[in-house]
């Protein structure tokens, strides 16, 4: 091992290799995630207590199938792993293959043997080679492949310890290239080397075969390498064939009497017998909206006690606040300002973590990759890229990652069509938004005794994202006139019960990322809204007592009724009150009122931030402390009907315009980065808005 304090550590294998099950085995919650440098792919990090003395930094780097890439993701690998002079060159590199898919999994090991880096491979999915008949003796193939062989069941974490341990030692490691570059092109490798100081045939062969890509390399080197190229007629295309076949052709010998085929002992394929019926071209989407239909009826049902006791807790705690602390301008911001914002968003965690663990357990058993490949079939008649998929379906957890995981998509207008119409895909953040709306306005009463109606109407505004979104598609491709189309191709993982654990870090981690991304906002957003809230120009704001008293003078008003009356004065003549009044114009053909004309203003920067500006504004001079926040919208009066404010019409038209309007600022702020420009952020802002706009007001129209 290195004699670096912390050594680096690289995880790679092809997708679906069970590296990220590896990753958090190793890493526990001690991991971070950010972004690799100049590029938006993230990146995972995290330390690994090798044992009670020895820790070492892990490195996820991004699944691929090979160290050629056909994406930024890909291309991340080689850009590391090719150059000791990365800062995030790693020491070790463990390679995880699928055991059960043996001969392909071992392409990219040859490849990365190559570059002469300590290799350590880890044949995962033990369990599923013992189901399948296969035999693979592992000491052999060590003996064979000259690195450390271990097996692994690592959804289990069986095998863990025994890579840990073998990591701590220092490894007899013997280098001989499984693939003979510079036989291929000696001259060409050979001046290579020489230019760049390399001492590995292999690295510099890699550097001939993609230095137009290579993001380490300045200008002037890539037209160094080009020259070379020419000169010495390096023609990349046949040499890449002819490695290929050199390649498989080695690993047919190193798999020679390590790995046996037991076919009378084979058991039934379930994988293909489930396939059967979960790809099947009519039951198949059957049972993926029964899904849909669980999870979102799981969301009203299972998170109704738990998030009424943390409505209620933060209520209380306002109360107590303001009954313990000293009267004062602080008290009125923490009781009527912080708390209840902040509790307007902690309150959405039990159904964020609902969403998110049905999320992952679909990932974990498999079932995400069949409803790609099932809404593959879908995607294509409507313009998009198959994979498209992806980006749509992880569109419902975030836009953000979303827009970047377009990234893998090759042609670039289907690619563009897919960041445009991906933030019209309900993403978590509007969750909150559409809980409180629809628990206001939908009854909460079932069909059948399973069937619960709030749970319909949440999975009924999914479903229209979804519909927005591949009918924007659609009409964005007669547009654009794409005539490239691009297919996809995954594999599909066997079928496996969820590792909990992972199920469990993945609740914890987005859960924690929900509260504390959108808290830091919802915090600032708070303060600033309760100063323009309990402040006005002028002296407007002292002689609301006064005005109140001349108005109601003889009106028969209980005391409450007054002090309700002074405090709704004092908020429409704050600064908030001002520029509400003011837009309040432009906004009430949708039924709003200027309340809702704040929240829709300050919900821009998330969209979460909707609930706290509306826990806000009702908190303001609320002497009812205890009062939830649903309890205070569903107190709402309309002054101009005196009925709810929170009606059918105006509740559905609120729905409909956060289903199509742009999900936030950072989402416009990603689309600039990926599209390098503002011509298609700001055309997406103006449709989605006019979208958003036309059809709350013709829901309005409707209902009313």
Known sequence: MSNRTIPKIALVGNPNSGKSSLFNHLTGLNQKIGNFPGVTVDKKTGICHLDATHKAEIIDLPGTYSIYPNSTDEKIVFDILGNKNNPLHPDIV?????????????????????????????????????KTGLSIDEKKLSQELGVPVIPMKARRGKGVDVLKKTLLNDMDYHFSPIFEARSHAPEAIDAVKEMFSINEDYVAYQMLQQHRINQSLTKNEKNLLTDLVEKHNFSRDDLRRKETLDRYAAINDFIDGSVKENFTTLPKHWTQRLDRIFTHKIFGYVIFFLILFLIFQSIFAWAE??????????????????????????TRLLTEGIVPGIGGIVIFIPQ???????????????????????????????????????PLISGVACAIPAIMATRTIENWKERLITIFVTPLMSCSARLPIYTILIALIVPDRSLFWFINLQGVALMGLYLLGFLAAIISAWFMKLILKSKERSFL?????????????????????????FVFEAGKIIFAISIVLWVFASYGPGDRMDKAEEVILAETQNQQLTEQELHNKIESYKLENSYAGIFGKTIEPAIKPLGYDWKIGIALITSFAAREVFVGTMATIYSIGETDDEMTIKSRM??????????????LATGSSLLIFYAFAMQCMSTLAIVYRETKGWKWPVLQLLYMSGLAYLCAFI???IFS
């Open 94 to 130: 463990v390679v995880i293959v699928d055991a059960s898919n043996f001969k392909r999994n071992l392409l990219l090991f040859t490849q990365l043997y190559d570059l002469h880096i300590p290799t350590v491979l880890v044949l995962n999915m033990m369990d599923i080679v013992e």
């Open 305 to 330: 006690v738990p998030m009424d006791l943390i409505d209620l807790t933060f209520s209380e705690l306002a109360t107590w606040l303001s009954e313990t602390l000293p009267p004062g301008v602080l």
């Open 352 to 390: 964020i973590a609902i969403l998110f663990a049905f999320i992952a357990i679909l990932e974990e058993t498999g079932y995400m990759s069949r409803v790609v490949f099932l809404m593959d079939k879908i995607m294509r008649k409507f313009g998009l890229n198959g994979k498209s998929v992806v």
């Open 489 to 513: 191709v995954m594999e599909l993982p066997t079928y496996k019960m969820p590792r909990w654990k992972n199920v469990g870090i993945t609740m914890f981690e987005k859960s924690k990322t």
């Open 634 to 647: 569903r107190r709402e009066i309309n002054p101009d009907t005196g009925g709810p404010r929170y009606t």
């Open 699 to 701: 829901t309005y129209n």
